[in-house]
């Protein structure tokens, strides 16, 4: 069973800055796309960050763009998102995504999400 689980989330102050980390089963780890998302209350779920298979393409929602970084590490079945210059409406549940690099319709597998709070 495919399992993706996000850590580093938690409440920070507006200006400040998180790491997320997500780790997945996925075997290979490097023949899937990742991608962050976050939903908050009320709103629909957004794209945050992507990044390909190798690590050489990344691509950012706009409301991040400048402010936060996704990264991998392939060794390690893990994909970061660096948070910084936060602000309250940055306040989400992050979850992680995969896709396999052959296949980019949908992602098929996701994690539960961890919690950011940013207060003002």
């Known amino acids: 069973q495919v399992q993706l689980v996000e850590s580093g989330g938690g409440l920070v102050q507006a200006g400040g800055s998180l790491r997320l980390s997500c780790v997945a089963s996925l075997r290979p780890f490097s023949n899937y796309d990742m991608g962050w998302f976050r939903q908050a209350p009320g709103k629909e779920r957004e794209f945050v960050a992507a990044i390909s298979i190798g690590g050489a393409n990344t691509y950012y929602g706009d409301s991040v763009k400048g402010r936060f970084t996704i990264s991998r590490d392939n060794d390690k079945n893990t994909v970061y998102l660096q948070m910084n210059s936060l602000k309250p409406e940055d306040t989400a549940v992050y979850s992680c995504?995969?896709?396999?690099?052959?296949?980019?319709?949908?992602?098929?597998?996701w994690g539960q999400g961890t919690q950011v709070t940013v207060s003002s």
């Open positions: 995504a995969a896709r396999p690099f052959y296949d980019s319709s949908q992602y098929r597998y």
